[in-house]
T-cell receptor, first 112, second 112 residues
Framework: KAGVTQTPRYLIKTRGQQVTLSCSPI?????VSWYQQTPGQGLQFLFE???????NKGNFPGRFSGRQFSNSRSEMNVSTLELGDSALYLC???????????FGPGTRLTVT | QKEVEQDPGPLSVPEGAIVSLNCTYS??????FMWYRQYSRKGPELLMY????GNKEDGRFTAQVDKSSKYISLFIRDSQPSDSATYLC????????????FGTGTRLTVIP
């Protein structure tokens, strides 16, 4: 069974731009969560989508948004990029809401 | 104070040693406990998943949860150089909440 895939793997953007990241969950998994990983803050939860609805949200500004499609694929958008948004963005999928999540390889975003 | 505390290490051990990794937490509502392994420039890989106090064994890995002390551990027996990675503990509050709270990670090096 294929794992979680994320595209693109690497991205370089300029301050003020916006970016969209994509995640395809493991086949059959209905929940997709997004995390930000930085050396200073570690892994922090952004939000979770389940059956196309945002079910949980972390403590991030409204510039961070997401959505989930009917096939469970998910996208994350960051608008008005700031230097501090440079991070590894990880997507994780789960069959349901039991916390057993499987991560993708991540998208490394660099904001210059 | 962070909700999940983990000694960042780094930790260096000789090949064949028993490794002990630990996390403490402050929120008694945490119910699900996980250990992830993350290799450099990769996404976290789920190693162990438990939801009750006690021990769970999988090959060379044993996860231990002590809810009364708010303390979880991961033991690695007969450590191998391929075990060299960052180990992250994670926990979630309840079913229906796929937002994981992570420790900062412990960087482990197993020396041949």
């Amino acid at each position: 069974k294929a794992g979680v895939t994320q595209t693109p793997r690497y991205l370089i953007k300029t301050r003020g731009q916006q970016v969209t990241l994509s995640c395809s969950p493991i086949s059959g998994h209905r929940s997709v969560s997004w995390y930000q990983q930085t050396p200073g803050q570690g892994l922090q939860f952004l939000f979770e989508y389940f059956s196309e609805t945002q079910r949980n949200k972390g403590n991030f500004p409204g510039r961070f948004s997401g959505r989930q499609f009917s096939n469970s694929r998910s996208e994350m958008n960051v608008s008005t990029l700031e230097l501090g948004d440079s991070a590894l963005y990880l997507c994780a999928s789960s069959w349901d809401s039991n916390g057993e999540q499987y991560f993708g390889p991540g998208t490394r975003l660099t904001v210059t | 104070q962070k909700e999940v505390e983990q000694d960042p290490g780094p930790l260096s051990v000789p090949e064949g040693a028993i490794v002990s990794l630990n996390c403490t937490y402050s929120n008694s509502a945490f119910q699900y406990f996980m250990w992830y392994r993350q290799y450099s420039r990769k996404g976290p890989e789920l190693l162990m998943y438990t939801y009750s106090s006690g021990n769970k064994e999988d090959g060379r890995f044993t996860a231990q949860v002590d809810k009364s002390s708010k303390y979880i551990s991961l033991f690695i027996r007969d450590s191998q150089p391929s075990d060299s990675a960052t180990y992250l503990c994670a926990m979630s509050l309840k079913t229906g909440a796929n937002n994981l709270f992570f420790g900062t990670g412990t960087r482990l090096t197993v020396i041949p």
